[in-house]
């Protein structure tokens, strides 16, 4: 099935732990896009990819690293994990980074940190 | 300071009613996105628009760009159509979206 594929599901870590969502589409979008999502504050962007071998920051994007790792896989990595980044995170890709045009989400990860 | 903001922040709505929730926002725009996301679920697209109406079965977008406004409508609502609905912008400028907070409909049968 075409789409975003995200893993794993559900992770618990305790604080200091690292780990690494990954996230990979097979639509040969050109745009990659990580979020968190928490109870009242929307959707907030952690970091992007605009294209293969690029990357940015977004709103969120301290405590966390990211890799494009070519053009279908983009992962988070968080280094050093804390009780604040316990949220739910959702990967996304869109096949134009101006307009969103295909924008298609993950399931998510559910993440808690103890 | 939000650059999209959402109505209601909350509804309920019996079976069959017209529904419509309303999207503003503040900054110029390429397009606008409605997303659809089920209680614990994931989150799915429904439309994106840069001008005029679409229509997908009882669903009905709308925007407004000189008045930077969209509406999504839901006909003959369902309990199935429970669910947040998001709007988010893609900004002429950067390559990022801004997201609404949601609505979150309940359709009661």
């Known amino acids: 099935n075409a789409g975003v594929t995200q893993t794993p599901k559900f992770q618990v870590l305790k604080t200091g732990q690292s780990m690494t969502l990954q996230c990979a589409q097979d639509?040969?979008?050109?745009?990659m896009y990580w979020y968190r999502q928490d109870p009242g504050m929307g959707l907030r962007l952690i970091y992007y990819s605009a294209s293969e071998g690029t990357t940015d920051k977004g709103e969120v994007p301290n405590g966390y690293n990211v890799s494009r790792l070519n053009k279908r896989e983009f992962s988070l990595r968080l280094e050093s994990a804390a009780p604040s980044q316990t949220s739910v995170y959702f990967c996304?890709?869109?096949?134009?980074?101006?307009?969103?045009?295909?924008?298609?989400f993950g399931s998510g990860t559910r993440l808690t940190v103890v | 300071k939000n650059e999209v903001e959402q109505s209601p922040q909350n509804l309920t709505a019996q079976e069959g009613e017209f529904i419509t929730i309303n999207c503003s926002y503040s900054?110029?725009?390429?397009?606008l996105h409605w997303l659809q996301q089920h209680p614990g679920g994931g989150i799915v697209s429904l439309f994106m628009l840069s001008s005029g109406k679409k229509k997908h079965g009882r669903l009905i977008a709308t925007i407004n760009i000189q008045e930077k406004h969209s509406s999504l409508h839901i006909t003959a609502s369902h309990p199935r159509d429970s669910a947040v609905y998001i709007c988010?912008?893609?900004?002429?400028?950067?390559?990022?979206?801004?997201f609404g907070t949601g609505t979150s409909l309940t359709v009661i049968p």
């Open positions: 996304a890709s869109s096949s134009d980074p101006g307009t969103g045009y295909g924008y298609t």
């Open positions: 639509m040969n979008h050109n745009s």
């Open positions: 988010a912008v893609s900004p002429f400028t950067g390559n990022q979206f801004y």
């Open positions: 900054v110029g725009i390429s397009a």
